[in-house]
């Protein structure tokens, strides 16, 4: 009999905003700008992608596009979603 198994969603694990602190900070240190959308669209999704959209003031469909595989979002824009996400980038001195 073959073991049941579900995919695994890391929205489903994001629980608290220091769940989302350390998640993001872990994509940062990896200083990949692709992981950082997908980081981003991982946690609006945990958060409620309507939600974010509203306090981003972006409409939904312009929340999705700009958090897809492969978009290169405008700073100010990927500033609106932290700030809607309850985050902030840091910069650190780099060792």
């Not at 974010?52 to 409409?59: C, I, M, Q, R, Y």
Request: net charge negative.
């Amino acid at each position: 009999m073959k073991p049941i198994t579900t995919p695994f969603d890391m929205a489903e694990e994001l629980r608290t905003d220091e769940d989302v602190a350390i998640y993001l900070s872990l994509v940062l240190e990896e200083n990949d700008p692709a992981e950082l959308n997908h980081a981003l669209g991982v946690i609006a999704r945990a958060k409620g992608m309507t939600e974010v959209a509203k306090a981003s003031g972006l409409t939904r469909e312009a929340l999705y596009k700009a958090l897809r595989p492969n978009a290169q979002p405008r700073f100010d824009t990927i500033a609106r979603v932290c700030a809607a996400l309850g985050v902030k980038l840091v910069a650190q001195p780099a060792h």
